[in-house]
């Protein structure tokens, strides 16, 4: 029989309990900062190389924090196509959201409110949509905007886009709408609202943070987008295409400053609209 105590084996199950609660917490946070250090890391030298010196960037030790020398990023503002490019990124980038948000909202509702034939096979040929690359696609499509005047054009780049990113926006939406129940709607039904209605006061606004994280991801696949920038645009080029076209043999340091200037207005992007973000996982708006 045990010499101890009920009290003190209670004790000592106890201190284990809480010893492996702060093991497993530790785990989890160390596992926080590294995934963020992950992400954060190449940003940060990133910023650190743009606003650095030619001498610093190419020299030897590296620094790791900036001089805040802000020559390569004006050289870089300053260098014909720049603006424009940036110009034209933001406004495709804004159509493709814009578009995907207002083809995929309905398509996902309808997906979570209505059984209809086929269902379960439009929602598999909606994910087959992106099991053909781009670079597949690309020759076939700026043949097909030659032919109906959409080549080099801003709008059909956003179609393009548009076509990348709708079958996300879609299934993002679709399990959106199932996770809001239906009897809310039937409440405002009875009450004497009709579908439009209902879906506008009622599902609209539970439905706005998860709405705003598919128009994030849309606007970040615009963004990024290169392939088809760089085939169906001439003149009216994307940032990314004019970077990959104009800027391949320039100088390390412009090219440091370069990827500053196009990561920036996507991560602005998601500043602002970092409360809608919030609000879908339940956390606090700061």
Known sequence: MSDLSYDEILEKEVREANRKKKMWRWLFLSSVAFLVSWILFPIYLLAVNSLSSADVVNGWPKSFLPEFDMESLSFFMEYY???GALKNSLIAALFTMVIAIGLGTPAGYALAR?????????????????AFPMPLLALPLAVIFINIGLDDSLFGLSLVHTALALPFSVLITSSLFLGIPVELEEAAWVLGCNRWQAFMKVVMPLALPGLTASAVFAFVISWNEV???????????????????????SPVEVK??????LILPAILFLFVVRKYLFSMWGIANR
Do not use: H, Y
């Not at 392939?227 to 043999?249: G, I, K, M």
């Not at 440091?256 to 200037?261: E, H, M, Q, R, T």
């Open 81 to 83: 196509g720049v603006l």
């Open 114 to 130: 209505f059984d209809f034939r086929g269902k379960e096979t439009f929602r598999m040929l909606i994910l087959l949509t992106r």
């Open 227 to 249: 392939f088809a920038a760089a085939v169906l645009t001439v003149n009216n080029q994307t940032l990314t295409a004019f970077l990959v076209q104009s800027l391949s043999t």
């Open 256 to 261: 440091f400053a370069g990827g500053l200037i």
